[in-house]
């Protein structure tokens, strides 16, 4: 359960060789109905966690295609409470970890103790809240680590070296390295220096690195991974879901994890 699970089910499959991959969803778009579906189909594919966002108001790190999912969803009804009442029915079918990716307005209105309490009961295993910088992280993690939830930290471009070391020093799961600048959405390619990026934090961080934002493709999901362990792909695949395009999702997944030649380097 919940931290350990993480890092176990990663370990195992970098260990086989295989790249990892962790798609984003929105809970509740499409209705909660389909959560399910769609979290049963993922792990088919042979994801290695999803990460469920709780749709907010006010997305600050959400380009326009979750922006409207999130919409969507919120239209639904979808709420935080819901979305644990949901994982919490469907717990026992799942197999795959599951990342709660909330903003910290809707966990510190639900209170951040009973959040912690009821995520777990849920089965939830790790936990990302952009909005919360390092500096103010103890106001959730206590509670986090009580019931060994892991509290995921994300790396930007612009952050310093000693403040990488710091967040790359804590990380617990995985570390989330921000792989470009700005918000959340598809892009045609990454700088060419997010490769050193990627290899630095590669050499401070104890878990596995994965790069997120702006993948659209399995060839940029196997260009960073190259250079880490693995990728986090939510627009594109919110956007597949969408439109029923799930035939894509599978080729997409299946393509950016079985290509593992060389191991990514630690040093
Ligand atoms: O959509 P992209 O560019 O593929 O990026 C992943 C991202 O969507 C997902 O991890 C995420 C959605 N909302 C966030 C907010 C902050 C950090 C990460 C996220």
Redesign the pocket.
Known sequence: MGKERIERTFQNKLLRGEKLFIP?LMAGDGGLDVLDERIQFLEKCGVSAI?L?IPFSD?V???P??QKAGLRSLKEGTTLTGVLKHLKKCKKTRTVPIIL?AYLNPIYRYGLENFAVDAKEAGVDGV?I?DVPLEEEELVTGYLHQHHIAFIR?VALTSSRDRVKEIASRSEGFL?A?S?MGT????KNHDSHVKDYLEMLKRYSSVPVLA?????NVEQARKLSYHCDGV???????ELFHEDRTEEIKVFIRGSIHHTLEPSHKG
Request: charged share 10%; net charge neutral.
């Open positions: 984003y990460e966002g997305p790190a959400d380009g295609t979750i990716m990302i952009p994300l989330y921000v470009v959340t959405g598809a892009r997120g934002f702006g993948v659209s986090i792909v939510g627009s594109r695949i919110v």
